[in-house]
């Protein structure tokens, strides 16, 4: 029985969903990724890829700081991104060329191979940028993980790739519009095998809205008892002290009045 949480239908129709809502961000920051990547023939191909990739998973995931300006922010893992892209893209380059010498069966191999580095790499170079794996690391558990769903993601990827490559038919131009959806069936399928959850049970289309809290109804307030407050002392008047009488001289019997004094009056004439 197997273990896988995979589902084709899931991952394809949230990839499907997140590029019809933000379709102008998809194309600028793909067209913008190419162009640098070809300008710069090859060489940023590590970082430019794992900003891209980055930024496919935030849009999954309906992040609200998902920008443009992701695209540029793993030039920091340009060792191991870089190692990574030319390792393993050479790696494959080669076995290709020598499955394409064997008639038939070497045509539909180097296809299955092709459709397989695909996967692997993304995988790869996602660890490094959003877990901070090494090379080594990276390509083991990026390799466990394509080996745990070999054919689901191989078919994945087919159909990635065909839906793709329909821009082509308009002269190339078709691409530009084309290949985000690309990015976002191999982001949506990393994060299904990555973290291994159903990618219903983890990642919602929509925001979820905090649900409205219910109205709690108040208890009645009960009657508040009068509390009694304590009497204050009345302070009774201080009686005012009584001022005694004072006292008359009184003459002592010894002494006697003092005889009035006689002014001379001149005598008339």
Same mark, same amino acid.
């Given at each position: ?29 793909? *067209? ?9 023939? !090859?060489?940023?191909?590590?970082? #430019?890829?794992?900003?891209?990739? #980055?930024?496919?998973? @935030?849009?999954? $995931?309906?992040? /609200? ?5 992701? #695209? ?16 393993? !893209? ?15 069966? !070497? ?9 397989? *580095? ?9 660890? $490094? ?17 394509? @080996? @745990?769903? *070999? ?24 691409? #530009?519009?084309?290949? &985000?959806?690309?990015?976002?069936? *191999?982001?949506? $399928? ?19 809205? &905090? $649900? ?20 204050? /002392?009345?302070?009774? /008047? ?19 009045? /003092? ?6 009056? &001149?005598?008339?004439?």
């Amino acid at each position: 029985m197997s273990n896988s949480t995979f589902d084709f239908t899931a991952c394809f129709n949230l990839a499907w969903e997140t590029y019809k809502k933000n379709l102008l961000l998809l194309v600028g920051a793909s *067209l913008v990724a190419s162009l640098l990547i070809s300008f710069s023939f !090859g060489i940023l191909t590590g970082p #430019i890829l794992a900003g891209l990739m #980055i930024l496919m998973l @935030k849009l999954i $995931a309906n992040d /609200p700081d998902a920008k443009f300006e992701d #695209i540029f922010s793993q030039f920091s893992t340009f060792k191991t991104t870089f190692l990574l892209c030319l390792a393993w !893209g050479a790696a494959a380059y080669i076995a290709m060329i020598i499955l394409m010498i064997i008639p038939l069966f !070497g045509q539909v191999a180097s296809i299955v191979v092709a459709l397989g *580095l695909c996967v692997f790499l993304t995988f790869a170079v996602l660890l $490094a940028a959003e877990k901070g794996m090494d090379f080594g690391p990276a390509s083991r558990t990026a390799f466990e993980m394509l @080996k @745990k769903d *070999l054919w689901p993601l191989l078919g994945y990827a087919a159909v990635a790739s065909i839906l793709s490559s329909l821009g082509a038919i308009a002269c190339g131009i078709g691409a #530009i519009f084309t290949m &985000p959806l690309l990015y976002l069936m *191999l982001a949506t $399928a990393y994060r299904s095998c990555a973290t291994g959850t159903p990618i219903d049970d983890m990642i919602p289309l929509d925001p979820v809205k &905090p $649900a409205a809290a219910e109205p709690v109804e108040e208890a009645p307030a009960e009657p508040e008892t009068p509390v009694a407050e304590p009497e204050t /002392p009345v302070a009774e /008047p201080d009686e005012k002290p009584t001022k005694e009488p004072a006292e008359e001289p009184t003459q002592k019997p010894d002494e006697e009045p /003092p005889e009035p004094t006689q002014t001379n009056k &001149p005598k008339p004439e």
